[in-house]
């Protein structure tokens, strides 16, 4: 009683502990009992090396498959349009490069899609693109009594392909990054780069296998098989959830990056300018074995970037990007002065071996320029400024070649290449006095 007495409240303080303790207990036990493991507690080991490839190149798979698709009709559709269907050769080649205008045009609705809808069904949707694109196709190769409506809807099944290309290369990135973090950036786009160029090396030959051996009728079919087993296996495959944020306007994202992808654009001129001219600048020369020169550049540019992608983590985009437009603008240079085929191999190979790891490079630097929200509408800007250097490289290019000679395309895409590098390096300044 003389405690209750010095202590006033101490009954009410006794009662409600009592009270409340089986109830706080529950409530403890009722929360630790899920926790059956001790891993649960403690925060998952990061992943290794090894893991984070398999897991990218799993994602990439899709990409390959779309480029693959993409590269199976390349070397024999302008045959088929000139001499099958007797159209003239630029027909031929607007047939082809509808394509590419598809994909450039269909960039800003790529990101949206990307952004809004998630990764998975941009690439589900690309790849019902390509199974319509291959019935197309097919029809277009059985209407071909039929001259003009066959070249018309085998140009619709371009611009369906275009269009995929550019859902399928925008969401794979996007799902790489948000698979495995955006601090592995460069990897995500490197791998991507590795399985598109790698698709159309081995599907261009094959295609051209194909029609000897089964006719124009078997690429249709082929096309739409392919894609139909890629949209069987992504089916189970779990995506990365729709990021939650503000949604930047495309203009807005595109204004952000646009310095980036301009330099982007100068240095790969030169890409354009070797893929699309080096055939003929050997028979200006009087030399043979052009095919070598492009499988040079070809085995340089993907070795890079199987073995140097890491150096842009270490040393940073800009630095990598600074160093690769220097290795390239020799190489370009060596083409241009090259006395020899051998030369000209050398200057291939360091082309492509700069080349390699420019655009992942600039990329991670681009990417930083725009909210995770907005990464898709991102990736698709910097991709149009790639899209450009493609397309103005060759009338460009040609221009020169028509008034200066051949060899002189290499000259000037060496000169776009140090303007390109000269852009990089003020980049890199301001981006520095950014971060004082």
């Not at 559709?77 to 269907?85: A, D, R, T």
């Not at 007797?86 to 590419?100: D, E, K, L, N, P």
């Not at 001259?147 to 140009?155: E, K, Q, R, V």
């Amino acid at each position: 009683m003389k405690i209750l007495k010095t202590q006033p409240g101490s009954q009410s303080t006794s009662l409600a502990c009592f009270l409340l303790f089986p109830t706080q207990a529950m409530m403890q036990f009722s929360y630790r009992r899920p926790r059956t493991s001790p891993m649960s507690v403690q925060q998952l080991p990061p992943q290794s090396s090894l893991a984070i490839t398999l897991q990218i190149v799993s994602i990439v798979f899709y990409t390959f498959i779309a480029f693959l698709c993409i590269g199976l009709p390349i070397a024999v559709l302008p045959g088929y349009v000139h001499e099958q269907l007797g159209f003239s050769a630029v027909v031929a080649g607007m047939t082809i490069g509808c394509q590419y205008l598809a994909t450039l045009l269909s960039r800003p609705m790529a990101g949206r899609m990307s952004d809004n809808i998630g990764t998975k069904r941009a690439i589900v949707y690309g790849l019902s693109g390509i199974v319509l694109s291959g019935v197309l196709t097919l029809i277009s190769t059985l209407l071909q009594s039929f001259p003009l409506p066959s070249l018309l809807i085998l140009i619709a099944g371009r611009l369906l392909l275009g269009v995929a290309q550019g859902l399928i290369g925008v969401g794979t990135i996007s799902w790489c990054m948000g698979q495995v973090g955006a601090e592995h950036t460069a990897r995500s786009i490197s791998w991507n780069g590795i399985a598109s160029y790698g698709a159309i090396a081995i599907g261009a030959p094959l295609g051209v296998v194909m029609v000897g051996e089964l006719g124009f009728a078997s690429l249709g079919i082929a096309l739409s098989l392919l894609a139909l087993a890629a949209l069987l296996l992504i089916r189970n495959k779990p995506s990365v959830p729709v990021i939650r944020g503000e949604r930047l306007p495309f203009w807005a994202v595109f204004g952000r990056i646009a310095p980036f992808g301009a330099s982007l654009s100068l240095a790969s001129i030169g890409y354009g300018t070797l893929t699309t001219f080096i055939t003929l600048y050997y028979v200006s020369r009087g030399w043979v074995g052009a095919a070598y020169c492009l499988t040079v550049f070809g085995v340089c540019f993907i070795l890079a970037r199987l073995l140097f992608i890491s150096s842009i983590g270490r040393f940073g985009g800009f630095t990598s990007a600074i160093a690769c437009m220097s290795i390239e603008t020799l190489g370009l240079g060596l083409l241009w002065l090259a006395p020899s085929t051998s030369y000209a191999l050398i200057g291939a190979g360091l082309t492509g071996f700069g080349l390699s790891l420019v655009y992942p490079a600039l990329g991670v630097e681009a990417i930083k320029q725009v909210p995770n929200s907005s990464r898709g509408a991102g990736l698709s800007a910097y991709a149009v400024f790639f899209d450009l250097a493609l397309a103005i490289a060759g009338p460009l290019m040609g221009a020169i070649a028509l008034n200066l000679g051949y060899s002189w395309i290499f000259f000037s895409a060496a000169l776009l290449s140090v303007s390109g590098l000269g852009l990089t390096l003020l980049l890199s300044r301001r981006a520095a006095r950014a971060m004082n």
